[in-house]
């Protein structure tokens, strides 16, 4: 269910409770991924398990050799001492696994902060299954339907969940598309930004100026689009690199098969957000409002690529990051 919210003293914020994990190693029972950990006066969830043995440096896999659950308990005992554990719900739901780092971050102060920056009034969506917050800030650049876009991620309205962090950008808004956001990351330098669950993160203010600066940019590229124009082989390849990723192919494909009607990047990008509106799940809603983004924004990019025969060197969200450290996995035996 969503709630649009028109007086910010009506978003809802809520409390979560953090529970500290014990210094003390924990009994671990079970195998590999149906595990129990058990402490004298806490048991972790089952539900985090894997989300708290991966802090702690431990994958859970029961295919390889690896550590021992006396070597697991060791290191559980080690993270902690050096980084403090702690167990955060919402209610009676487990959310995340957090160090004594993370930091609550107020979505009603957060809004006010940004309204101040900006200088106008947001809509506010509460969706209450998720307990998250949407929030669209109009820019006066100029451009009509130009929005920052701030998403408090799952569990927001508890200060988050622990392991979303607060995502905001530029968002283009208009009477057919409802949402076309252009969370493009490295596409036009740094349209997208997030802000951290932690102690001393990037400053919001900064941020948002930044935003405000590249928003102009964009506004100025959307309306060149209008004169730039790729052929129907050329939708081919791209939209071929991107069925491989996930891509809906049923909407790419009635797109390449229009595209004798609809030739400028523009109407092709504008064509792409009306197909994925209604009847497409949210992730793949995403998959094509970023493409629709980047072909009004990477144009030249992807010309170049297209002649060159290589894949979009762009950095796509359709690939998921490398971790920054493979967890050492451990054993059912011992």
Known sequence: MVEIITDLRNVPVKRAKMIEVPKEGPRITGTPGDESIIYTELIVPDSLNRRFLNRC???????????????VKERIV???????????????KPLAVVTDKF???????????????????PVIRYFRGTE???????????FDGMH????????GVYGGSGSDSIKYGLGWFNAVCSNWTLFLGEALQSSMKRIIHRKKSTSLDDQLIDLLTISQD?????????????????????????NQRG?????????????PRRKNVFEIAYRLTELCQHEIADSSRARV???AGELILCYDQIKANIRGNQPNQQRHPLVEPRRKFKPLNYISAR
Not at 110 to 115: E, K, Y
Not at 132 to 142: A, D, E, K, Q, T
Not at 247 to 259: F, G, T, V, Y
Request: hydrophobic share 35%.
């Open 78 to 92: 080690q993270t902690n001492q050096e980084k403090n554990l702690y167990l955060r719900f919402a209610g009676n």
């Open 103 to 121: 930091e609550e971050k107020n979505p009603v102060k957060l809004i006010r902060n940004a309204t101040m920056i900006l200088g106008t009034q």
């Open 57 to 71: 440096g431990v994958d859970i896999r029961n295919f390889e050799p690896g550590l021992t659950k006396k070597q």
């Open 218 to 242: 964009v506004a100025e590229k959307i309306e060149q689009s209008k004169g730039k124009y790729l052929t129907q082989d050329e939708l081919v390849q791209y939209f071929t690199a991107y």
């Open 289 to 291: 409002e970023y493409v």
């Open 132 to 142: 998250s917050l949407h929030v669209n800030f109009p820019l006066n650049n100029g």
């Open 148 to 155: 920052l876009v701030m998403n408090t991620g799952k569990f």
């Open 247 to 259: 891509l809906n192919k049923k909407i790419s494909d009635q797109i390449i098969a229009e595209a």
